[in-house]
């Protein structure tokens, strides 16, 4: 991860921006830098490689609006490797690992967290880094979206974070399941769910 002194000079950077700019919103793309490597891995592998794309356009959007992109993923049970090491084994796996990390690996100004467990906050320096960032509102995107993406969800909205999670950038091991995932974070989280064409900006209105 960069470390929060790299983020606080990102941030004072970012309070001389023009308006227009939303350096308070963060992306957070969680898992998709993944080996596939269990029960159901191939469905969502596939469902992962398709929402990519739509990942990557709202990626640039961030990027256009200045805005952090943050990866968080799981270590793979490495407790010793770097995210480097992540990318390099999903694009060895070739398969849909690769396909991904081809479209949507991190770039050098892109912040990094690996994750011991579900939920980005658990365990990680991802609180300090949003802090650091005066980092506002989140958009979660990735996989799954009844799993990491969800118990990312609880966290953030427990910490009073405003949410948007694209529905058409999540997946899950079934569309109904990602369904279910959304109708929840809706509900219960009171989470912005449109599809990222339907959204202009880094946020909902």
């Not at 970012?14 to 029960?39: W, Y």
């Not at 990318?87 to 991904?100: L, V, Y």
């Not at 109708?183 to 219960?188: E, L, N, Q, T, Y």
Request: hydrophobic share 45%; charged share 20%; aromatic share 6%.
């Amino acid at each position: 991860m960069h470390d929060v002194h790299n983020a606080e000079r990102a941030h004072a950077q970012n309070g001389n921006m023009k308006t227009g700019h939303d350096p308070h919103t963060a992306l957070l793309i969680t898992d998709m830098v993944n080996l596939f490597d269990f029960e159901g891995g191939r469905a969502l592998g596939a469902a992962a490689v398709a929402i990519a794309p739509r990942i990557a356009a709202l990626r640039q959007r961030f990027d256009d609006a200045r805005a952090p992109t943050l990866y968080v993923n799981d270590n793979f049970a490495h407790w010793q490797g770097q995210f480097s090491d992540l990318i390099s084994a999903c694009r060895d796996a070739g398969g849909a690992s690769a396909d991904i990390v081809q479209v949507l690996a991190p770039r050098p100004h892109d912040y990094h967290v690996l994750k011991p467990k579900h939920s980005a906050f658990l365990a990680t320096p991802l609180p300090i880094l949003l802090a650091k960032l005066g980092v506002r509102r989140l958009v979660l995107a990735g996989i799954a979206a009844d799993s990491c993406v969800l118990a990312t969800a609880q966290d953030a909205n427990m910490r009073e974070f405003p949410l948007w999670i694209p529905k058409d950038g999540v997946a899950a091991i079934s569309q109904a399941r990602s369904r279910d995932a959304l109708a929840v974070m809706s509900r219960s989280l009171h989470a912005h769910v449109q599809a990222t064409r339907a959204v202009t900006g880094v946020f909902p209105s």
